[in-house]
């Protein structure tokens, strides 16, 4: 791994397919851990398994991280991002809408106010945006996300 070209480390680490992965990565080796900030591409995905995790109300798990705040955390700190998606899995959208608490927005991602958190510090070097909502969150709700995008975003 050490003999790998950086460009080319940085290259595969862009390609994960979910952020979650480019995180353990760091894990594994100094190499990993310092190219990891380097990445051009992120996907953020809710799995199902995370998002039951973040809405368990069990007093003796420590807290959870929320997708939001990950997200946030993660995308400020990768200086080079040309490329960002942030998703919901697709298993999560079949949910019915008497199984999930409808009336959060932990989900609702093209909120405006989520929206204003992080894109003004990463828009000008974006090339391509995707957001992809939790239906049931966002469905009933009016989004600004284009208008948002359009502004701060001026290589799209």
């Known amino acids: 791994m050490e003999d790998l070209p950086p460009s080319l480390v940085t290259d595969i680490l862009s390609r994960l397919n979910d952020s979650a992965d480019l995180v353990r990565c760091r894990l594994v080796s100094k190499t990993l851990n310092e190219m990891s900030y380097e990445v051009r591409s992120l996907n953020h995905l809710c799995t199902l398994s995370s998002y039951l995790k973040s ?40 949910r019915s809408y008497d ?14 106010s989520f929206i204003n958190d ?19 969150q966002s469905s009933w709700r009016r989004s600004e996300a284009l208008t948002l995008i359009s502004l701060f975003c001026e290589f799209l």
């Open 118 to 136: 992080w894109l003004p510090e990463i828009g000008g070097r974006l090339k391509s945006i995707s957001i992809t909502d939790f239906w049931s």
């Open 99 to 112: 199984e999930v608490e409808d009336d959060d927005d932990d989900l609702y991602l093209t909120e405006p």
């Open 55 to 94: 809405r368990s109300r069990d007093a003796t798990s420590p807290q959870v991280m929320t997708f939001k705040i990950a997200f946030k955390d993660l995308v400020r700190r990768l200086s080079k991002l040309e490329s960002v998606s942030i998703a919901v899995e697709k298993s999560l959208g079949r």
